[in-house]
């Protein structure tokens, strides 16, 4: 069980720095993006950086799993409104796949740390 939770914690850590970078970086993928979203370029500069602070969070995790849930709990929040976000503008499901792939592992993350939530603050 340990491995696996390290796997999904590892794999959520590199697809937000991968997304959260290039996000901030301006890459044409993200720019067009939150444009055919119809999101503001803050935003996405915004977002970017929300998801460097949970690839943050996710390192710390591997030693604080409390941290790890709280973060898979943010991630998680943020990849459902990423996927409401393409539902909202009727993109096609392939496009979707990546947030909602995001979505279940960070989900994953938390129900396997759960017992760690109460923790953070006792």
């Known amino acids: 069980m340990h491995i696996l939770t390290i796997v999904l914690q590892s794999w959520l850590l590199f697809s937000m720095a991968f997304f959260g970078g290039s996000k ?4 044409k993928h993200q720019v067009e993006l939150f444009d055919s979203i119809k999101l503001p370029q803050w935003f996405r500069v915004i977002t970017g950086y929300v998801q460097i602070v949970g690839c943050i ?7 604080y799993p409390s941290v790890a849930a709280w973060t898979g709990i943010l991630i998680g929040i943020m990849m459902l409104l990423a996927c409401l976000s393409h539902f909202r503008v009727k993109h096609p499901i392939g496009k979707v796949i990546p ?4 979505l279940l592992i960070a989900i ?10 109460p923790h953070l603050f006792g």
Not at 24 to 27: E, L, M, Q, R, V
Not at 108 to 117: K, N, P, Q, R, T
């Open 57 to 63: 969070g996710l390192i710390i995790g591997y030693w």
């Open 24 to 27: 901030i970086a301006g890459a």
């Open 108 to 117: 994953a993350v938390v129900i396997l740390y759960a017992d760690e939530l």
């Open 99 to 102: 947030a909602l792939l995001n």
